[in-house]
């Protein structure tokens, strides 16, 4: 008689305790302070992705894919500016400010967007000469830390952004670490070379809604009512926000999910709080609809757009523009794989590093460091970045004509159903292959 | 030199900005009637007197560059926010925020003036003939903040590199702002900053109090978590 064994189990890693959260806990224990990273909302959320176009059948009639105009451009600014803006493309660039990102970075953003015949937008920190000079339509942010604001630039931009907050960190104001902070970034915002800068997270002379309104007006006094002004929201509550920015008189919303990405802040703010741009813009857009302000008030929505479907799938669900911040680093060689040995010797690998407050982008990036910086050829990446706008173009005009749209602002949410329960109920679109919106009747 | 009259009794806010934005050339404007109205002499960019007879709303003389703007009465919220250069004088009471974000110029407040005062501060010169409220000079990076009366709680909180000289009492110094020894240097420097204010001899400077960063908050660390 053999002798009795107990069976072993497969040994079985927690998947609440995954090996990330565990390295979390153990970075945590090892340091006393929270993770501080680059970029977007990482894990997995409900998405464009989530979304379908039906296209045209019996019912719907189609237009010829090469053959049939499908127009794609913009105006931004009708409501009340004297100079409104034209988009030749539905796609803009997010902000980024000079600081976060090299001089030559920010070259290659304005070079691409401009041979695309759209905008790019400025960060914290200012305008820079070289952005306005290779930026055909160069937006101008207008924040709470008001680094580098000067009447003189705000009358150079096209448009003016009035920045509330933003999808990585609704509610959250920055830090710039002083490795980013060289002798030009220290200058163009007052403050000391090398010191850690803190971006405030409230404006410094107005709080609320209602001075929000006196702010514009006072903006427009100085421009002579001539610029567009934006109003940017972190998605949190886009119903009210877009209702009260309308009220305070912007030409243009903002809104950026949670999926948009920062130069640096904590973790467990990027992850937990805000919601997914999927949820974000039709409240948005109920608001204008309510107020009478759709298409009236422009509505830019941005994170996580990556190619021409999500496009056109935020343009269905009723925006006017989608806006490009982490994917137009991808397209200048963020993350690139040809780097990896590099990107090990961060100890990360290609397609992971969100270090970027580090300032140690071995692609030349998301640094102020003259070496780095210098790798990055803002002509090359300038073309690669015109290059996917216009494959992102392209896609959202096959996706339009598909569903017999002349204008890819004429896609709508008829033409659009769901994946997912969640996602039909967040985008108020039809589950596939059924007509139940949940929470907009019964089935 | 002749003086232009607005009255803002039959002329709007957008005609008046509009005016001395576009008449750069004329040197001396005279406003009537404000009324407590909004962005008064905002974006001004050019070397003129502004001349304000009454009380002025938000934002007056807002981001000003080279322009003279005496406002004779109180001014709201933001009283010469952003400033780049020249002079705003306001003979009453500033609202909070007085001098916001300014990186140069002067602004004399013959007045108290209110909560924030200089917050954020880059570079302006601010004199404030009475009392400021909390929070002022706030993340204030540079230029100077002269009180001949009281300040609020709170005063200077997460300051860089402004200089504050008070007179009279400090409600609470903010996180990371101390007092520093008041040097030959510096009553020279706040000697200068009331001089430029029209009080050269008024006031002793030696009856004054420096302010300033400890800068020990210049570097995010985890041991100062407690006083953030």
């Given amino acids: 008689m053999s002798e009795y064994h107990n069976p072993v189990t497969t040994p079985r890693t927690s998947a609440t305790f995954d090996d990330y959260t565990l390295s979390e806990i153990r970075r945590a224990a090892a340091t006393g302070i929270y993770d501080i990273r680059g970029g977007g909302s990482k894990r997995k959320l409900p998405h464009l992705d989530d979304l379908l176009f039906l296209g045209a059948s019996i019912s719907r009639y189609p237009l010829e894919g090469y053959r049939e105009k499908c127009g794609t451009n913009v105006v931004l600014g009708s409501r009340f500016a004297r100079k409104p803006i034209e988009l030749k493309i539905p796609v803009t660039i997010a902000g980024m400010s000079f600081g976060s990102l090299s001089a030559q970075a920010k070259e290659a953003l304005g070079r691409g967007a401009s041979a695309m015949g759209t905008s790019t937008t400025t960060g914290d920190g200012g305008m820079t000469p070289e952005e306005r000079g290779h930026s055909s339509i160069l937006v101008y942010q207008y924040l709470p830390s008001r680094y580098g604001m000067n009447p003189d630039d705000l009358r150079k931009a096209d448009a003016i952004e009035v920045v509330i907050g933003q999808g990585a960190k609704p509610g959250g104001g920055g830090m710039l670490l002083g490795q980013k902070i060289s002798k030009r970034v220290a200058g163009m915002r007052c403050l000391p070379e090398g010191i850690d800068q803190r971006s405030a997270c409230r404006h410094p002379d107005w709080t609320g809604p209602d001075d929000l309104e006196i702010k514009i007006e006072e903006l427009r006094e100085i421009t002579d009512w001539e610029k567009p002004i934006y109003v940017k929201v972190g998605a949190a509550r886009p119903y009210y926000d877009t209702a009260l920015a309308v009220k305070s008189g912007a030409d243009v919303i903002v809104l950026d999910g949670m999926q948009g990405g920062t130069a640096a802040t904590q973790e467990v703010f990027i992850e937990h709080v805000g919601i997914p741009l999927l949820s974000a813009i039709r409240p948005a857009v109920q608001a204008l609809q309510d107020l009478g302000m759709h298409r009236k008030v422009q509505l830019i929505v941005s994170g996580g757009i990556r190619n021409g479907a999500d496009v056109a799938k935020c343009l269905a669900l009723g925006a006017d523009v989608a806006s490009i911040g982490t994917a137009a680093l991808v397209a200048l060689g963020d993350n690139d794989p040809s780097l990896e040995a590099e990107y090990n010797k961060l100890g990360?690998?290609?397609?992971?590093?969100?270090?970027?407050?580090?300032?140690?982008?071995?692609?030349?990036?998301?640094?102020?460091?003259?070496?780095?910086?210098?790798?990055?050829?803002?002509?090359?990446?300038?073309?690669?970045?015109?290059?996917?706008?216009?494959?992102?173009?392209?896609?959202a005009q096959t996706i339009a004509r598909a569903c017999?749209?002349?204008?890819?602002?004429?896609?709508?949410?008829?033409?659009?159903?769901?994946?997912?329960?969640?996602?039909?109920?967040?985008?108020?679109?039809?589950?596939a292959g059924t007509d139940w919106i949940p929470g907009r009747g019964s089935y | 030199m002749t003086t232009r009259v607005i009255d803002l009794a039959t002329n709007t806010v957008r005609e008046l900005n509009g005016a001395l934005h576009a008449d750069k050339a004329h040197l001396h404007w005279q406003v009537l009637n404000p009324a407590g109205r909004h962005a008064i002499a905002a974006g001004l960019d050019a070397p003129a007197t502004v001349e304000i007879d009454g009380h002025v709303g938000y934002y007056c003389a807002g981001m000003n560059k080279h322009a003279s703007v005496l406002i004779r009465g109180n001014a709201g919220v933001g009283l010469a926010e952003n400033m780049m250069?020249?002079?705003?004088?306001?003979?009453?009471?500033?609202?909070?925020?007085?001098?916001?974000?300014?990186?140069?110029?002067?602004?004399?407040?013959?007045?108290?003036?209110?909560?924030?005062?200089?917050?954020s501060m880059k570079g302006v010169d601010i004199v404030v003939k009475g009392s400021i409220g909390h929070m002022s000079a706030f993340m204030a990076q540079a230029g100077t903040l002269t009180v001949l009366g009281d300040a609020g709680e709170s005063l200077g909180d997460s300051i860089y590199e402004a200089r504050l000289f008070v007179r009279g009492s400090v409600g609470s110094l903010g996180a990371d702002c101390i007092e520093k020894e008041l040097r030959d240097e510096h009553k020279a420097l706040l000697f200068g900053k009331l001089e430029a204010a029209g009080l050269a001899g008024a006031v002793d400077v030696s009856d004054f109090r420096r302010y300033g960063s400890a800068r020990t908050l210049y570097h995010f660390h985890v041991d100062n978590v407690g006083a953030y």
């Fill in chain 2, 85 to 119: 250069s020249g002079r705003v004088h306001v003979t009453g009471d500033a609202s909070q925020a007085a001098g916001a974000t300014a990186h140069g110029g002067l602004l004399v407040v013959d007045g108290n003036a209110s909560a924030r005062c200089g917050i």
């Fill in chain 1, 348 to 395: 990360t690998t290609a397609g992971a590093y969100d270090d970027w407050h580090e300032g140690r982008d071995p692609a030349g990036i998301t640094t102020q460091d003259p070496a780095l910086a210098a790798r990055l050829d803002p002509v090359l990446a300038g073309r690669r970045l015109a290059n996917y706008l216009a494959v992102m173009t392209l896609e």
């Fill in chain 1, 404 to 431: 017999g749209k002349s204008h890819v602002h004429n896609l709508e949410p008829e033409d659009l159903v769901a994946l997912t329960v969640e996602a039909a109920a967040m985008a108020r679109v039809p589950l």
